[in-house]
Every structure is written in C-alpha cells, then in structure tokens.
C-alpha cells in the first residue's frame, strides 16, 4: 500500500534553532517528493520538489534531502524565525499525473 | 508562480442548506483541477478530479450527489455542497494544474472554511 509517514508529528523549537523534520515513504512506483508549508487555515505552498535522481534541494534556509535507496526524506530549517511556524507536508507522486499520496504532516511551532 | 483563488474564504450556513465554492486559476488555464478535504490535524483527502468540460471523478467514499462539482471553464471550478449537515464541516482545497505539466504538479488554493450549524 503507498503510504508516506512523516515524524515528529509535532514540534516546538525556539527561533533562531535549527530542526530536521522527516518522512518515509512506501510509494512505488516512485516519480517525485514535494515537500509543501502549510500555514494555518491556508492551502499548501511548494518548498521544493525532488525527483529519483537527486539528492538535495535547497529554498532559501530550507534543505530537503532524499535517499530514495531508503524511501527516506528529510526537509531541514535553518535559522528558524517565528513565521516558520506552519504545517509541513510531505506529498509523493507515485507516477507522472498520478494522485500525490500525502503524509499527515508535522506541525512545527516556532517559539520566541 | 501560479496562482490559484477560492471564494468565499470562510462560510457558516445552517444544517440543510447548499453551499458553493468557487476556485478560479488567476493567471493560467487549468486542464484539471482537483478537490481535497482537510479535517483538523489530518492531511488533504483528495474528494474529486475535474476536466474542463467532461463529469467528475470521484474518489471512493465520496458522495457525488452531494458534492457536486462544475468545471465550466478553464479558469473555473465550482464545489457545491448539497443538504450540508454538521458533519461536512471541513476545510476544502481545490488545487489546479494546467497545460503542459503532468498533474502530479498542482498550485493549491488559499482553502474555504465551511462551518455547518
């Protein structure tokens, strides 16, 4: 069954920190990781997007990186500022034009 | 990048009546353009795929008498929520993608908040 698990499922960093939010993967066949911020009552926003070959993606101070010997993702915030604070979202594409299988996400909370 | 509007943002209707949201691609136009639901805590749920001018497609579960949805346009949407009940609070997505790109890559909506007393 295609499935994306992402951990933690919450957590509370205080500002200028750093953190590192995780997602594994089930899906096959394997097209793409989007990783996506959701800030409250808002729809998602790309951060970056992944496919097989690459291993590293960066946006400004967020880095995701992909294993996908492992299925493994990892999406890291540098320096975080308290407009961080947001759902983060994990959404894999089984296959070009295929429906995205989406991780329940981690609801980071960035503390003064 | 592109853009993607849901009108209203919030709604509180009364149990039994119907509610339509609209999603619009502002500045493209759009092949296909999908519907999730999102309850709190819990991720998108895809409810609906919709091409421009053809019926529907909906995901396993999802009532298509209830949830009724247009795509008149390529620049439009629409979800109609029919007879809402208390349970049909949620929070709706619509996302779009448009020609050239696979569907894997859709612009999320800004969502609408409905809230059924």
């Known amino acids: 069954k295609n499935q994306v698990e992402q951990s933690p499922q919450s957590l509370i960093i205080l500002e200028g920190k750093n953190c590192t939010l995780q997602?594994?993967?089930?899906?096959?066949?394997?097209?793409?990781l989007r990783w996506y911020k959701q800030d409250t009552g808002r729809g998602p926003v790309s951060l970056t997007i992944?496919?097989?070959?690459?291993n590293t993606k960066s946006n400004g101070r967020y880095t995701a990186t992909l294993d996908a010997d492992t299925k493994q993702s990892s999406l890291h915030i540098t320096a975080s500022q308290l407009s961080d604070s947001a759902s983060y979202i994990c959404v894999v594409s089984p296959n070009q034009g295929g429906k995205l299988i989406f991780g329940q996400g981690t609801e980071l909370s960035v503390k003064p | 990048g592109a853009v993607v509007s849901q009108h209203p943002s919030w709604v509180i209707c009364k149990s039994g009546t119907s509610v339509k949201i609209e999603c619009r691609s502002l500045?493209?136009?759009?092949?296909?353009m999908f519907w999730y639901r999102q309850f709190p805590k819990q991720s998108l749920m895809l409810m609906a795929t919709?091409?421009?001018?053809?019926?529907?497609?909906?995901e396993q579960g999802v009532e298509k008498d209830k949830f009724l949805i247009n795509h008149a346009s390529l620049t439009l949407s629409t979800l109609t929520v029919t007879s809402a009940h208390p349970e049909d609070s949620s929070f709706y997505i619509c996302?779009?993608?448009?020609?050239?790109?696979?569907?894997?890559?859709?612009?999320f909506g800004p969502g609408t908040r409905l809230t059924v007393l």
């Open positions: 500045d493209f136009q759009a092949t296909t």
């Open positions: 992944m496919t097989f070959s690459e």
């Open positions: 919709s091409n421009e001018g053809s019926k529907a497609t909906y």
């Open positions: 997602c594994n993967y089930t899906v096959s066949p394997f097209s793409n």
């Open positions: 996302s779009a993608s448009f020609p050239g790109t696979d569907t894997d890559t859709q612009y």
